[in-house]
Nanobody
Framework: QVQLVESGGGLVQPGGSLRLSCAAS????????VGWYRQAPGKEREFVAR???????NYADSVKGRFSMSRDYAKNLVYLQMNSLQPEDTAIYYC?????????WGKGTLVTVSS
């Protein structure tokens, strides 16, 4: 079964860090376009970061300088390192990738930033 699975979310205090992982089964994730999005309670899903086949990376202005996206080519994983987390970063984080003419989404991992 083709699927994406996010992990690494949790509760963290403001200023803390988390590293999210996106794992894929049934597809190769470590070379194509992969994106991270998030959806906060009561808000629309929004773009966080994306990595291209060329390995170039785009970040949303709201996370630039705090979040870092990377690949583990050997493990077929994509990471989102999140530093200096703030309460406004609280959301469900999703990874996504194009697949077979559509867009594949994981079920998300919850990140809660609170003291």
């Amino acid at each position: 079964q083709v699927q994406l699975v996010e992990s690494g979310g949790g509760l963290v205090q403001p200023g803390g860090s988390l590293r999210l992982s996106c794992a894929a089964s049934g597809i190769i994730l470590n070379t194509g376009l992969v994106g991270w999005y998030r959806q906060a309670p009561g808000k629309e899903r929004e773009f966080v970061a994306r990595i291209f086949t060329s390995a170039s990376i785009n970040y949303a202005d709201s996370v630039k300088g705090r979040f870092s996206m990377s690949r583990d080519y050997a493990k077929n994983l994509v990471y989102l390192q999140m530093n200096s987390l703030q309460p406004e970063d609280t959301a469900i984080y999703y990874c996504t990738t194009p697949w077979s003419g559509t867009t594949l989404w994981g079920k998300g991992t919850l990140v809660t930033v609170s003291s």
